[in-house]
């Protein structure tokens, strides 16, 4: 004898899992409405801080400081350009015949709403020194923004000149042919 199970008894539990899928989807579409309202505030807020970063005029400052050499018959000298560095935040250091150039900022703000800010800049710079250059004679000097690093050329020392002999496995040494013309 088999027990017959009303198929009627089997709906309502359908109809509960329908009802609670329901109100768990109701709650996911809640949370998602509220992160995208979290997400379109957040893109504005970047949107303004952005176009603040874009107009002021610190945006130049991101690039790297230009450098100009100049070559006289009297000196030689460079110069950077490095408006946004106090004197310091700049090292010069000389290494032999190398001068070493470096600037290092960092600033921190915080705004009446709440956000911060921070603002890191670094170059550095590396420089050979021509050979007429004396390197202990280098001086440096800070003014409008315009780094500038010279010092006086000095006098190359002549160039001796002198003939050297041909040597060979023959007859032990050669005259050269100027000497030979001497002759």
């Known amino acids: 004898m088999a027990l017959r199970v009303p198929v009627s008894a089997l709906w309502p539990q359908t109809q509960l899992i329908c009802v609670q899928m329901e109100n768990e989807m109701?709650?996911?579409?809640?949370?998602?409405?509220?992160?995208?309202?979290?997400?379109n505030q957040l893109q504005?807020?970047?949107?303004?801080?952005?176009?603040?970063?874009?107009?002021?005029?610190?945006?130049?400052?991101?690039?790297?400081?230009?450098?100009?050499?100049?070559?006289?018959?009297?000196?030689?000298?460079?110069?950077?350009?490095?408006e946004d560095f106090t004197p310091e935040e700049l090292t010069v250091k000389q290494v032999g015949r190398k001068v070493l150039l470096s600037g290092k900022k960092e600033k921190k703000e915080e705004s009446e709403e709440g956000s911060y800010s921070y603002r890191y800049q670094e170059f550095r710079r590396e420089l050979e020194l021509p050979e007429d250059v004396n390197p202990e004679e280098l001086?440096?000097?800070?003014?409008?923004?315009?780094l500038r690093i010279e010092a006086p050329r000095m006098a190359l020392p002549s160039v001796s000149e002198r003939v050297v002999p041909i040597k060979s496995d023959n007859t032990g040494c050669i005259k050269s042919g100027e000497e030979q013309k001497k002759e």
């Open 26 to 39: 109701a709650r996911q579409m809640d949370n998602m409405r509220r992160s995208a309202d979290l997400m």
């Open 44 to 82: 504005h807020v970047l949107r303004r801080e952005t176009l603040d970063a874009e107009t002021a005029p610190s945006s130049a400052a991101r690039r790297a400081p230009s450098c100009k050499v100049e070559k006289d018959g009297q000196h030689f000298s460079t110069t950077l350009e490095v």
């Open 139 to 146: 001086s440096c000097s800070l003014n409008n923004g315009q």
